[in-house]
């Protein structure tokens, strides 16, 4: 009786689950019509859609079933997808439309027509450091621009990176990118490819930071170096413990044909401490792309000749150590020796300690000519002790204080979010887009204001606050006749 209330529950359940899964050529919002399925990964199935409303193909992601019915999944799904919508980057997959269609969370997104890196990388790999370089400072100019707004990927890998027909790449799922402790590394359809890609601080279980979306790009960098990931296992979970504790091998000893100046940069990006790393994907893009100034290879680390200890009885290590303390014995007798004054001279009754030597910053054209001086010191007399008065005015000092560093603010007005990035990343300033506005002469999404204006100074590391142009107002006055 209990077997069949249970197997009874169990249909109700897969009927529940299977009815809230979106089906091809329904119309979700009586706005979206679904069309063949484009994909589907681990937590969620990709697939075509056309938008009614204004006639253009779309790309629509819902969770699988599985994990649509799980509310604690569903309000995470929602939220950040939500917040994936606020990114926008010229290499970031526009998102244009979140919400739920008969308790089925949905996304919305740009259609791109092309192929993912993964399948690029499958029939062409591998490829040359100029190449992997270019399509890197994109997919770092994205992750940049992301960082600076406080959002990780977390799930950085070749099928999420795609690449149009114009060879431009786009990243891809910002909105519900996830961590070690969103999947279980054993599920074989979607833990695994996370797990090539994972950082070891993700692997442990720590919180992904910048630095984690630098390493799992420096996997991606090797794999399309070489043809090959940096380690391989039998198991999602023998996989990400390699990424713990194995050193990643040198891409030049895997591809031999591959410049052996590029292995620094790749295993800079690879390093187990996320201190070590660069400090950017920027940067990473930027030391691959100048990969032929990158000097000689950091050689290997040469481990010390063991030196079998002497047979029991030997006299060689005693008369060694002999040997080395009289020499050290005779150099300290011979150095003191050497220091010795020539004569000795009565100790003086009274000693008179000089005055500090006082800096003056400049010398007196006439003193020069009749006596040699030594430049900026007065030497005061030893014979009369020096009386310093207190002055009620303070002398200003002579030497004038280090400068701070200062960096001056660029003109971002004209410019995208994009090219705002690779105007102030190298000058060590922060990017951050306030609200959009209205504007009737400047284009739409391109930067209207900013603060501090052009050319202020600035310290470095300072914040560049940027306001996107939303286009003419809507709400324009109009004249009266």
């Known amino acids: 009786m209990v077997d069949a209330l249970s197997e009874g ?17 329904a119309l979700i919002k009586g706005r979206y019509r679904v069309g063949r399925r484009l994909g589907d990964g681990g937590m969620a199935i990709v697939y075509l859609g056309h938008d009614l409303l204004l006639g253009r193909d779309v790309a629509i992601k819902t969770p699988r ?38 308790g089925t969370p949905f996304i919305v997104m740009e259609l791109v027509r092309g192929q993912s890196l993964k399948e690029i ?25 992301a960082h600076a707004r406080g959002y990780v990927h977390r799930d950085i890998k070749p099928g999420n990176i795609l690449i149009d027909e114009h060879g431009r790449a786009r990243l891809v799922d910002f909105g519900i990118a996830k961590g070690l402790a969103d999947a279980d590394l054993t599920d074989v359809d979607g833990g695994f490819g996370t797990a090539a890609y994972l950082s070891p601080e993700q692997a442990e279980g720590l919180m992904a930071t910048p630095a984690s979306d630098v390493y799992s790009a420096g996997v991606v960098a090797f794999e399309m170096l070489t043809g090959e990931q940096p380690f391989t296992a039998e198991t ?15 891409p030049s000893r895997v591809a031999p044909g591959l410049p052996p100046q590029v292995d620094p940069i790749v295993l800079r990006a690879l390093a187990k401490d996320p201190t070590r790393r660069w400090g950017s994907a920027g940067a990473f893009a930027r030391a691959l792309h100048d990969w032929r100034n990158a000097g000689p290879p950091v050689p290997a680390p040469v481990l010390a000749e063991v030196v079998a200890p002497p047979t029991r009885g030997s006299l060689a290590p005693t008369i060694v150590v002999v040997l080395l303390v009289l020499g050290a014995l ?3 007798l011979w150095t003191g020796f050497r220091n010795l004054p020539d004569s000795i001279e009565p100790t003086p009754t009274s000693v008179v300690v000089p005055s500090a030597p006082v800096i003056t910053g400049g010398i007196d054209p006439d003193a020069a000519a009749d006596e040699e001086v030594v430049p900026g010191i007065v030497p005061a007399d030893p014979a009369v002790p020096e009386v310093v008065e207190a002055s009620d005015q303070a002398v200003a000092p002579t030497i004038a204080p280090a400068s701070e560093a200062v960096v001056v603010v660029p003109n971002l007005q004209g410019l995208t979010i994009g090219g705002s990035m690779q105007a102030v990343l190298p000058l060590d300033l922060r990017l951050v887009q306030d609200q959009r506005v209205y504007s009737d002469t400047v284009p739409l999404n391109v930067v209207a204001a900013q603060d501090p204006p052009p050319g202020a100074s600035v310290s470095p590391g300072a914040m560049i606050r940027v306001s996107l142009s939303r286009g003419p107002s809507p709400f324009a006055a109009v004249d009266q006749p």
């Open 236 to 250: 999602p979970v023998g996989l990400a413990m390699r990424h713990v504790n194995d050193p990643a091998p040198r």
């Open 121 to 145: 990388i499958a029939a062409d790999a591998p490829f040359h450091p100029d190449d992997v370089a270019e399509l890197l400072g994109q997919i770092g100019g994205a992750l940049d621009y």
């Open 330 to 332: 005779a150099a300290l």
């Open 65 to 102: 079933p599985q994990f649509a019915a799980d509310p604690a999944f569903r309000a995470r799904f929602e939220r950040e997808a939500r917040a994936a919508a606020s990114l926008s980057h010229p290499n970031i997959i526009d998102v244009h439309d979140v919400g739920e269609d008969d």
């Open 9 to 25: 529950k169990t249909r109700i359940d897969r009927a529940a689950i299977a009815g809230v899964m979106i089906q091809p050529r």
